[in-house]
């Protein structure tokens, strides 16, 4: 009786597998619909998504620009990364920050700063820099150390990023570009 | 009959993989305002007996990205204050039980249209003589805009900056070579009484031959017994891990003698396939504070 309801629930899941892989374009091979057992194993995702770019706006020829994490700057804007794990799960967070941006030639650089409060955590699932609500509201950016340990009970979190860029009097005229690398892992697997 | 002609590491990669699939095809929708690359499952086991492996990789933004698959080393490791970090290292790497070396993954780059996924396979080719126990890598999985737009100067304002901003997932592998164990040794708890908090401090270290993978309650009761504070986490020792526990406590309300419970065990990980668990001991330990 129990063989014949796992095997009913399989053929359910193989069911409602089969249609949702027929109306989207995926690549799921006819080995990943064969008939078997299904796991109740609620499986976890770990994803990091970069919703804004960090934007400087207009920038001119020895005159800073900062870029305020709460976008309380006019004219530019915070760079914005969500988190989406398991709820409550511990995640481990770093970062890579450039110290220049470069043209896309090479021939010129331009510095970039980021200060020891320019990025915050923010644990309730809020994405929006301005509406900062719970979390680490000042993180080093270079050393996240302890700030980001939970990925929060609603198993998203965001990270507020601003910077200041500062381009010389002389500095060349073009467009300049960087990375910024965010790395997430959990630590309890 | 369709099920005799797949091998036995199919049959058994099978039920899991139906599942994260599922998974994966029906929380589409839930993450698309968080648009993304997703990774799953969030551990990759291998061993001796089924060398290879697989994650499934989805792509729930609006643009193509640009998928890359390497691999590093980085273990869970805490400070004095039992704050937990992951370091991740990927050259030089002189730990004897890293499989950075001998894993590989296929593909190692791809472009991921928006909503689709791909499968990324793992093959470990170990050396020869490899010693029994558990040996460990991280995959880290980066993804970026595919088509990252080129800044170009606006000749009014003369400079623009874009900066690029590149993903990385970084999950655990690991593959066993022959029979492996867990096993958790607390070794250390100290207690401290602050003007409004009791600190705990907690030192695991690993005992067997594998990573001991559980979970960890910590509760604080005060002499009446009433429980005045609780957490639990998800935990993972690969050596020597230090946890701390902070519970706020109210002046009045809070009567001493208290106690201390921790409470670790190996069960109970919902988010990690069964057959992918090396169940190891489990700890009860309380400890009175005057």
Redesign the interface.
């Given at each position: 009786m129990q063989r014949a309801t796992r095997k009913g629930l399989s053929r359910l899941?193989?069911g409602?597998?089969a249609v949702?892989?027929l109306s989207?374009?995926?690549?799921?091979?006819a080995?990943?619909?064969?008939?078997?057992?299904?796991?109740a194993?609620?499986?976890?995702?770990?994803?990091?998504?970069?919703?804004t770019?960090?934007?400087?706006g207009?920038?001119?020829?020895g005159v800073p620009v900062t870029a305020a994490k709460d976008n309380s700057t006019t004219g530019t804007a915070a760079?914005v990364?969500?988190i989406?794990?398991?709820a409550s799960?511990?995640i481990?967070v770093?970062m890579q920050m450039?110290e220049y941006?470069a043209t896309?030639s090479g021939d010129d650089r331009?510095v970039?700063s980021f200060n020891s409060t320019d990025a915050a955590f923010d644990t309730t699932g809020n994405?929006d820099p301005a509406a900062f609500a719970t979390g680490v509201a000042d993180v080093d950016p270079y050393n996240?150390?302890?700030a980001a340990?939970n990925v929060g009970s609603t198993g998203?979190s965001a990270i507020f990023l601003g910077g200041a860029?500062l381009?010389s009097v002389n500095?060349t005229?073009?467009?300049?570009?960087?990375?910024?690398?965010?790395?997430?892992?959990?630590?309890?697997? | 009959m369709?099920?005799a002609h797949?091998s036995r590491s199919?049959?058994r990669w099978?039920?899991?993989?139906?599942?994260?699939?599922?998974?994966?095809?029906?929380?589409?929708p839930a993450?698309d305002a968080?648009?993304?690359?997703?990774?799953?499952?969030?551990?990759v086991i291998l061993s001796d007996k089924g060398r290879t492996g697989r994650i499934t990789v989805q792509n729930?933004?609006t643009t193509p990205r640009e998928v890359t698959i390497n691999f590093a080393f980085?273990l869970?490791e805490s400070d004095s204050?039992g704050?937990?970090?992951?370091?991740?290292q990927d050259s030089a790497i002189t730990d004897p039980f890293s499989c950075v070396g001998w894993v590989k993954a296929f593909p190692r780059r791809l472009i991921l249209?928006p909503?689709?996924?791909?499968?990324v396979r793992f093959v470990a080719k170990p050396p020869k003589d490899l010693a029994n126990g558990e040996y460990w890598s991280?995959v880290?999985v980066?993804s970026k805009e595919s088509e990252a737009a080129?800044?170009?100067?606006?000749p009014e304002?003369?400079?623009?900056?874009?900066?690029?901003?590149?993903?990385?997932?970084?999950?655990?592998l690991k593959y066993r070579q022959g029979d492996v164990f867990a096993r958790l040794e607390l070794q250390d708890t100290q207690v401290e009484d602050h003007d409004s908090t009791v600190q705990v401090m907690l030192d695991l270290k690993s005992q067997g031959t594998a990573s001991y993978?559980g979970v960890l309650h910590c509760r604080l009761r005060d002499a009446n017994g009433k429980l005045v504070g609780s957490d639990n986490?998800?935990?993972?020792v690969y050596r020597h891990l230090r946890r701390r526990f902070v519970f706020p406590v109210v002046g009045e309300d809070f009567v001493k003698p208290y106690q201390v419970e921790v409470e670790i065990t190996s069960k109970g990980r919902?988010?990690?396939?069964?057959r992918d668990m090396i169940y190891g001991n489990d700890i009860d330990y309380s400890m009175l504070v005057e």
């Open positions: 899941l193989v409602l597998l949702a892989v989207i374009p995926t690549a799921t091979n080995q990943d619909v064969a008939n078997g057992q299904a796991s194993t609620v499986l976890a995702i770990l994803a990091v998504a970069a919703t770019g960090l934007d400087f207009n920038v001119y020829q760079g990364f969500t989406t794990g398991a799960a511990d481990a770093y450039p941006l896309t331009m970039i994405v996240w150390g302890a340990t998203t860029v381009p500095q005229a073009g467009a300049y570009s960087g990375d910024i690398i965010v790395t997430v892992s959990y630590i309890g697997t | 369709r099920e797949l199919s049959v099978f039920p899991r993989w139906t599942t994260v699939a599922a998974v994966l095809l029906f929380l589409v993450f968080l648009a993304g690359v997703l990774v799953a499952p969030p551990v729930t933004a980085g869970p204050l704050n937990v970090s992951v370091l991740l249209q909503n689709s996924q791909q499968v991280r880290v980066q080129v800044p170009t100067s606006d304002q003369a400079i623009t900056a874009k900066i690029n901003m590149i993903m990385q997932t970084a999950i655990m993978i986490l998800q935990l993972a919902t988010d990690i396939d069964a």
